[in-house]
T-cell receptor
Framework: GAGVSQSPSNKVTEKGKDVELRCDPI?????LYWYRQSLGQGLEFLIY????????KSGLPSDRFSAERTGGSVSTLTIQRTQQEDSAVYLC????????????FGDGTRLSIL | DAKTTQPNSMESNEEEPVHLPCNHS???????IHWYRQLPSQGPEYVIH???SNVNNRMASLAIAEDRKSSTLILHRATLRDAAVYYC?????????FGKGTSLLVTP
């Protein structure tokens, strides 16, 4: 069946612009997770959703980052006033529910800030 | 989260078994041990997880030490497609805390 889909696969933008990254989880998965992977920091957790709710936003790197999920399905990660240190691969994962279940990852959005 | 120690890299010949070790001496009693792998230019992929008993699935086997302070991921016959970074993750919450992992090179 269809896996986790992320778009765009690549995004190049100028410093100071806003960007929006999209994640389509596996159908029926109520839990959704965002991570990012950069050369300096490895793979780090950003935020998770259970349904439309994100109980813990403390993993977001700064207040320029926000995420939402509507209808319990698609999620968007928005970065305002992008900086060069935001350059990374942004990965989305989903699982049937929260808890100890395997997470299924998309192939990410590679974001480059010029 | 428990701290993990994995070799930076390992090498194997194709069609031979591979044993990937992980030390997690500070693991708590309720943390499951998860293994993921990441092939080049792809997102991480779930491999296997377990709590206390050894586990097998179609991809690999997981051997967990009796004191749970270490575990070993076993690939029974390595293929070129198994070349990836392998992450051992003692999971205590909803998020996965990826360390540096082991980069596995498989040679023909």
């Amino acid at each position: 069946g269809a896996g986790v889909s992320q778009s765009p696969s690549n995004k190049v933008t100028e410093k100071g612009k806003d960007v929006e990254l999209r994640c389509d989880p596996i159908s029926g998965h109520t839990a959704l997770y965002w991570y990012r992977q950069s050369l300096g920091q490895g793979l780090e957790f950003l935020i998770y959703f259970q349904g439309n709710s994100a109980p813990d936003k403390s993993g977001l790197p700064s207040d320029r980052f926000s995420a939402e999920r509507t209808g319990g399905s698609v999620s968007t990660l928005t970065i305002q006033r992008t900086q060069q240190e935001d350059s990374a691969v942004y990965l989305c994962a989903s699982s049937p529910t929260l808890g100890n279940q395997p997470q299924h990852f998309g192939d990410g959005t590679r974001l480059s800030i010029l | 989260d428990a701290k993990t120690t994995q070799p930076n890299s390992m090498e194997s010949n194709e069609e031979e078994p591979v044993h990937l070790p992980c030390n997690h001496s500070t693991i708590s009693g309720t943390d499951y041990i998860h293994w993921y792998r990441q092939l080049p230019s792809q997102g991480p992929e779930y491999v296997i997880h377990g709590l206390t008993s050894n586990v097998n699935n179609r991809m690999a086997s997981l051997a967990i030490a009796e004191d749970r302070k270490s575990s070993t991921l076993i690939l029974h016959r390595a293929t070129l497609r198994d070349a990836a970074v392998y992450y051992c993750i003692p999971r205590s919450g909803y998020a996965l805390n990826f360390g540096k992992g082991t980069s596995l090179l498989v040679t023909p």
